[in-house]
């Protein structure tokens, strides 16, 4: 399996990235490609994990955001969908 990323794919990771965690964002970069690109990928796949379960939402709503994102790791053409939609929603408490 081959893993490449689009420009416009690999601007997303950078937004998401510098968002998320500014010393990640920052050291990412220095790690050689492919890897960074792995690196970051993996790293914000972790961080959803942990605001599924950290977000103050009932269970039935983080069941169904863990449920989507098992759908979009297995489908990852339906990114775009799932994640602006991720993107309009609140995630209490976080």
């Known amino acids: 399996m081959t893993f490449s990323l689009t420009h416009s794919?690999?601007?997303?990771?950078t937004k998401c990235t510098n968002k998320m965690s500014r010393s990640f964002a920052l050291v990412a970069p220095q790690v050689e490609s492919p890897l960074c690109d792995y690196l970051a990928t993996a790293y914000l796949i972790c961080r959803v994990v942990d605001n599924i379960e950290d977000c103050a939402l009932p269970?039935?709503?983080k069941r169904d955001r863990f449920f989507q994102l098992s759908n979009l790791l297995e489908l990852p053409s339906n990114a775009d969908a799932v994640?602006?939609?991720w993107e309009t929603l609140e995630w209490y408490g976080l």
């Open 9 to 13: 794919e690999k601007a997303y990771l």
């Open 59 to 61: 269970y039935p709503q």
């Open 83 to 85: 994640l602006m939609d």
